[in-house]
């Protein structure tokens, strides 16, 4: 099971971690997906379980840094510089073989964490 949890309501600039705890087998493939009000699920960033290669979307490049603790099970996203058009509902997701950047690739989603980011 996933469970992430940190969302909240912050102000553009501002800063927020999501965590997701994970129970069971890990996959290979940890991701985040986010998606807003009237718009499809998009990714955000993926990391392998093991290597801990990250993947990220041009759209959150250099601002949001996805990283995992294997002892605790959890994955992170810290978001930095947030900016209006982050605010989603973000969902955290796991599949076996390479970081996909489609949420159709993904089999395991937990619940949502809604994050809004006030201008």
């Known amino acids: 099971q996933l469970q992430a949890s940190g969302g909240g309501l912050v102000q553009a600039g501002d800063s927020l971690r999501l965590s997701c705890a994970t129970s069971g087998r890990t996959n290979y493939v940890m991701g985040w997906f986010r998606q807003a009000p009237r718009k499809q699920r998009e990714f955000v960033a993926g990391i392998t379980w093991n290597w801990g290669t990250t993947v990220y979307a041009d759209s959150v490049k250099g601002r949001f840094i996805i990283s995992r603790d294997k002892a605790k099970r959890v994955v992170y996203l810290q978001m930095n510089s947030l900016k209006a058009e982050d605010t989603a509902v973000y969902y955290c997701?796991?599949?076996?073989?390479?970081?996909?950047?489609?949420?159709?690739?993904?089999?395991?989603w937990g619940q949502g964490t809604l994050v809004t980011v006030s201008s």
């Open positions: 997701t796991t599949r076996s073989g390479d970081i996909g950047t489609k949420s159709t690739e993904y089999s395991y």
